[in-house]
């Protein structure tokens, strides 16, 4: 059973433009979300996060946008650089697992010049 | 301060083997977690350990196991080895906001 999912499993996207990566989950419990990087041979890394009291959390170039009642998350990066291509892992969790992330299975994002 | 380490990074394991994977935590970080990385199938939740308790467990057979040492120091022990056991292993430490996790670079485990 797939709480968190990322359906699209690449993204390919002009340097310059704007990428969007989406994210749904099914569990109504889960009160925190999360975005990770990673690149091969690397762990993830943090990259971003939300409350599910927000419906919007900026940080530079990263934004995510969280639609609760679509149960629907999604990540923006503008402008994208090269250096952003990378796989995107979409992450959640309930305040009564603090320890335990949720994950999706992750989209490749490939930004090409 | 060290990021998360795990040793071994690679390793090749015969099927029926077992295999121990360590994780030396962030200083100062007492909350470690295991998660398994395979193709298609994203980041699976082993299990978390604290202040050397299992305090959390994700849905892996018997055969997984771990403990948590008095420094913070994690391992991860599986035995009975199966094929569909390779994959990335990876370890997070945090601190008491255990939202946000600190990775390793991961252990990759390849089963023959």
């Known amino acids: 059973d797939q709480q968190v999912k990322q359906n699209s499993p690449s993204l390919s996207v002009q340097e310059g433009r704007i990428s969007i990566l989406n994210c749904d989950y099914t569990n109504s419990m889960f009160d925190y979300f999360l975005w990770y990087k990673k690149y091969p041979a690397e762990g993830p890394t943090f990259l971003i996060s939300?409350?599910?009291?927000?419906d919007k959390n900026e940080d530079g170039r990263f934004t995510v946008f969280l639609n609760k009642s679509a149960k629907h998350l999604s990540l923006h990066i503008v402008p994208s650089q090269p250096g952003d291509s990378a796989v995107y892992f979409c992450?959640?969790?309930?305040?009564?697992?603090?320890?335990?992330?949720?994950f999706g299975t992750g989209t490749r994002l490939q930004v090409t010049l | 301060k060290a990021g998360v380490t795990q040793t071994p990074r690679y390793l090749i394991k015969t099927r029926g083997q077992q295999v121990t994977l360590s994780c030396s935590p962030i200083s100062g970080h007492r909350s470690v977690s295991w998660y398994q990385q395979t193709p298609g199938q994203g980041l699976q939740f082993l299990f978390e350990y604290f202040s050397e308790t299992q305090r959390n467990k994700g849905n892996f057979p018997g055969r997984f196991s771990g403990r948590q040492f008095s420094n913070s120091r994690s391992e991860m022990n599986v035995s009975t080895l199966e094929l569909g056991d390779s994959a990335l292993y990876l370890c997070?430490?945090?601190?008491?906001?255990?939202?946000?996790?600190?990775f390793g670079p991961g252990t990759r485990l390849t089963v023959t």
């Open positions: 997070a430490s945090s601190d008491t906001t255990t939202r946000f996790q600190y």
């Open positions: 992450a959640a969790v309930s305040t009564g697992t603090a320890s335990k992330l949720t």
């Open positions: 939300i409350s599910s009291i927000k």
